[in-house]
Nanobody, 118 residues
């Protein structure tokens, strides 16, 4: 059973960089055709996809966030990370990591609340 756990600071100041890590257990980051993604849900809004990194290490980003987003992975630690720069209070959300395979999201982390505030 694959499990994902998000970790990172719950409070980030405006203009700083938000950094989150997703630790994957019970599975590897490199099996073919798997992708690992970040999404977020802001208060009163739906779930928005931020970006993904696939089994070959290629990255894909939401056009609206691409200029501020970087997703990377550390296969030796079985984890992948999100960096979102120049954050504003509009980036306040619950951030989720997930595994995407076979046309659907197979596994999700529980989510972590990130608040952007001075």
């Amino acid at each position: 059973q694959v499990q994902l756990q998000e970790s990172g600071p719950g409070l980030v100041k405006p203009s700083e960089t938000l950094s989150l890590t997703c630790i994957v257990s019970g599975g590897s980051l490199t099996p073919k055709y798997h992708a690992w993604s970040w999404s977020r849900q802001s208060p009163g809004k739906g779930l928005d996809w931020i970006g993904s990194i696939d089994y070959e290490g290629d990255t894909y980003y939401s056009p609206s966030l691409k200029s501020r987003t970087s997703i990377s992975r550390d296969t030796s630690k079985n984890q992948f990370s999100l960096q979102l720069s120049s954050v504003t209070p509009e980036d306040t959300a619950i951030y989720y990591c997930a595994n995407y395979y076979g046309g659907h999201y197979a596994y999700w982390g529980r989510g972590t609340q990130v608040t952007v505030s001075s």
